[in-house]
Structure formats: C-alpha cells, structure tokens
C-alpha cells in the first residue's frame, strides 16, 4: 500500500518544492526499511506500520494542522515548514509539534525562498498583496511601495489560485505558469539570500526504523542534530540556568535556544532546544536523565542526519541600530557622548557616566 507525503497545498508551495526535494533521499531509506523489516506476526503488534518500500505519494493537504492530524493517526508522512532566515521560527507547526502526541522529525530539507509579484490576465486596481503572513512580512518593502495593503492567505500558492482582480499574489515563480498569471515584477523579497527549513514528521515508531534504516545504509552518517522540548516544572529565579548547566556539563553543542509562553498561564515557558547530537549518544542520553529528575519534562521532538552549517562572523553591518559594540568608548574609553575626550573627570564621574552611555545607547 503505498505512503503519503503530505504537503501544504495547493501545488506550488514551497512546501511542495520541499516535499519534492525529500522525496528521493526517504524513498531509498525506505526500500533500506522494507529490506530489514521482518515477516509480521501477529504475536509481535508493533507501532509503526512495516515499510513496503514503495516510493512515497506526495500529496497536498489543506492546512498544517491537517498534516500533523494525519500523521498523528498513521495515514502518512508530512512536510512542515519549521524555520525561516528572515523572519525566524514558524511558531504554529512548532507549536503543534510541541504538543503532538505521536509526531516527530525524521529529517530537515532547506529551500532557497524566492517571490514574485502576479497578477491575473483582468485585473483592475491593484490595492492588495495576497501571500502568506510569512511571504507578506518578507515583502514588506514591495508591499510598502506599491502602496497594497497586506491581504494573509493559507499558503503562497492559494494566493495566487485565488488571486482576485485587485490584487498582486507573490509566490514561488513556478505558480506563474501553474496558475495562468502575468508577472509583475520579479525577486521582490527584501532580502536576498533567503531560506526556509522544512521537517519531514512521521509517526515515532516509524521515526525508530527509518533512522536505524539511514545509519545502516550509510555507515559514515553519523553526525545527528535533535531538536528537544523542555519544560520546567517549577519557576524562579536560575531555572532556565540550571537546565543549560546540565547541557553545558555534557560537553553538548547547543546551537539555537527559544522559549514558548504556555497559553493562558502568566510567567510559564516551554523552550525549544537544538542540539548537535542524537538520542543515542551516551552525553546526550546523560543530559536528558540529569534535566528529567531535576524537575524538567522533556520531549525529543525530532532527530535527523546534520547538513553543513555556515559559521560566518557577525559584521558591523548585520547589527542593529544601537547599543555598545566592542571597543565603543561607552565600554570603558573617555570620550564624552559625541565621540570627544572629556577632559578633567574624576574616577567616580566617569563611571557615572560610562553606565549611563551604556544603559541608554
């Protein structure tokens, strides 16, 4: 019986691009599932369903929260976007996997991110911008000079099915011919250079067999990233400290670090940890029973093999407007506000005022 992928629709999502992109990789740790899976037998019932290994069906779904439903009930596998470079975490289907109950992430496929401005064959006016909130916030500068007011959508690609007489839909540049639409004007992002994370959810019985299926199929793979669920289950004053000790004392590489309010309960927090290591490993599996009898509640909310990461230096010009950089005068030197010396101060006045240049700058 064959295995849906399922994807935000309509076709031409970059949830779509990124189904496609995934496609392959877990098609063959598939066939590598189906030649270790044993005959079934009754007497052994298991929580994943034995891979046939046949390819995947890729499949649209309507919502986000359709795909984890469907996942969550074994009726498939999912594709979610997770993280964009621009405008960060998409917080709904981290959220929805915070509190899924049988979801996790096997593997994460990056997508560059591009839009394009549309417009139907008749249209009349032009007063809005149809896109994803997401696409909307990335094409804010466009939006701002054309003058549209933004009009949010449940993808991309439904904006542009959907698109009405007075509006411009941006998207992928594949919804231009999947959708009959005359370009605009091109590249209309803010930033170029974007890009946006994709998990690919399944069942965690499945999760088990297809990541024992990757490591067997390649032997050299073995550099993992998991992304972890943390909850403390008492406030106060070192409680966020006392969880990043444990990771810090596993000699674990933590490379991102976020925090969820919990809904409707003033001063409570789940945070979301990303770490360059998998379950398996005995530091990790340490960290993880030194933080659950330590008062924490604790989820593996996905484990996949670690691409490349960049590790660029922060330039001067990628700081916002503001505050004390290294070496400002502010931090230690005695200029006064505009950059000059400030002659004739004593010890205590310039300490005075070195707080008072870093508090307000």
């Not at 891979?51 to 499949?59: E, K, P, R, S, Y």
């Not at 981290?94 to 401005?117: K, Q, T, W």
């Not at 030197?333 to 707080?355: F, M």
Request: charge should be negative; include cysteine; charged fraction near 25%.
């Amino acid at each position: 019986m064959t295995t849906s992928l399922y994807y935000l629709g309509p076709r031409g999502t970059f949830t779509h691009q990124a189904a496609m992109l995934a496609a392959p990789r877990l098609n063959a740790i598939r066939r590598a599932m189906a030649a270790a899976s044993p005959a079934p037998s009754s007497a052994a019932p298991s929580s994943a369903a034995p891979c046939d290994g046949t390819d995947l069906a890729i499949v649209e779904a309507p919502t986000a929260a359709d795909i984890f439903e469907r996942v969550s009930r074994h009726e498939g596998w999912g594709v979610i976007a997770w993280e964009n470079n621009v405008e960060g975490y998409v917080v709904p289907n981290l959220d929805a996997l915070l509190d899924a109950r049988d979801v996790v992430g096997i593997d994460r496929v990056s997508v560059d991110i591009a839009f394009d401005a549309f417009v139907s064959d008749d249209h009349g006016e032009l007063t809005e911008a149809a896109a994803h909130p997401h696409g909307l916030a990335q094409c804010a500068g466009f939006l701002r000079t054309r003058g549209l007011r933004p009009h949010p959508a449940d993808s991309n690609a439904a904006a542009c099915r959907d698109i009405g007489p007075h509006q411009v839909a941006l998207g992928p540049r594949l919804c231009g011919d999947l959708y009959g639409l005359q370009t605009l004007e091109r590249n209309v992002q803010d930033f170029q250079g974007a890009r946006t994370d994709f998990l690919v959810i399944v069942p965690r019985g499945t999760a088990r067999a297809y990541l024992e299926a990757e490591r067997r199929l390649d032997a050299d793979a073995d550099h993992y990233e998991s992304i972890l669920g943390l909850v403390p289950l008492h406030t106060g004053p070192g409680t966020v400290a006392t969880m990043l000790d444990v990771l810090r004392d596993a000699g674990l590489n933590m490379t991102s670090f976020i925090s969820r309010p919990i809904k409707g309960r003033d001063g409570t927090y789940s945070f979301i940890a990303t770490i360059d290591a998998a379950p398996w490993k005995p530091s990790f599996r340490e960290a993880l029973r030194g933080m659950t009898t330590s008062d924490t509640w604790a989820k593996t909310l996905a484990v996949y093999e670690r691409r490349d990461r960049p590790d660029p230096p922060i330039s001067a010009w990628m700081l916002p407007d503001g505050g004390v950089r290294p070496g400002d005068d502010g931090a230690g030197g005695t200029s006064d506000a505009d950059g000059a010396p400030t002659a004739g101060e004593d010890r205590k006045t310039r300490q005075e005022r070195e707080e008072r240049e870093l508090l307000w700058r």
